[in-house]
């Protein structure tokens, strides 16, 4: 049972142009939400999160959107640019049980071209 | 630097011998997490510790797993017995508590293993 998913695997996009990537999830005990941004060999780097309490949160070129309703958050970069190029994987947290555990999507591949 | 380390950075083992792997938070974090993942997949949580309270184990996958945190910092995380669906890479990652207890989880290079 799947409860974070990224149901693109891949996601290729132009340079200076937008990259939205998307991400659902199932447990409305989410609370906290996390992108982080993974290249070959290395471990995940922290790019953004938002809480429950908001529904946008932006840091330079990176914004991410919350709608609860639809139980659906979505990662904007712009301009992309070919360093961007990695796996970036969705997450949650939430739940008085387990505030801290992070739920991982699948992630998306994207790919910036020159 | 000072973000988490982990070693060894990549373990070629046979199958049925026992492995141990290392991981060191960022200082003054007081949680620590452990987390798989295997090829083509997300993150797996495996377990959670958290100052001197008792770890989350709820996340090991068979009983060969088992961690360890001395003296709340240098955690080892060890699997006994290895078998080939083991291999995969083991990320480790820590935080401090934030606001309204939400936590930003900072991870390490992660531990490449290979069971042949």
């Known amino acids: 049972d799947q409860q974070v998913k990224q149901n693109s695997p891949s996601l290729s996009v132009q340079e200076g142009r937008i990259s939205i990537l998307n991400c659902d999830y199932t447990?409305?005990?989410?609370?906290?939400f996390l992108w982080y941004k993974k290249y070959p060999a290395e471990g995940p780097t922290f790019l953004i999160s938002?809480?429950?309490?908001?529904d946008k949160n932006e840091d330079g070129r990176f914004t991410v959107f919350l709608n609860k309703s639809a139980k659906h958050l979505s990662l904007h970069i712009v301009p992309s640019q070919p360093g961007d190029s990695a796996v970036y994987f969705c997450?949650?947290?939430?739940?008085?049980?387990?505030?801290?555990?992070?739920?991982f999507g699948s992630g998306t591949r994207l790919l910036v071209r020159p | 630097g000072a973000g988490v380390s982990q070693s060894p950075s990549n373990k070629v083992t046979e199958k049925g011998k026992d492995v141990e792997l290392r991981c060191d938070p960022i200082?003054?974090?007081?949680?620590l997490y452990w987390y798989r993942q295997s090829l083509g997949q997300g993150l797996e949580f495996l377990i959670y510790f958290q100052g001197n309270s008792a770890p989350d184990k709820s996340g090991l996958p068979s009983d060969r797993f088992s961690a360890e945190r001395t003296g709340g910092s240098v955690s080892t995380l060890t699997i006994q017995r290895t078998q080939q669906e083991d291999s995969a890479v083991y990320l480790c990652?820590?935080?401090?508590?934030?606001?309204?207890?939400?936590?930003?989880?900072?991870f390490g290079p992660g531990t490449r293993l290979l069971v042949l």
């Open positions: 990652a820590s935080s401090s508590p934030g606001l309204a207890g939400w936590e930003t989880q900072y």
């Open positions: 200082s003054g974090h007081t949680a």
């Open positions: 938002i809480s429950s309490i908001k």
């Open positions: 997450a949650a947290s939430g739940g008085m049980d387990s505030s801290y555990k992070l739920i």
């Open positions: 447990n409305s005990m989410f609370d906290y």
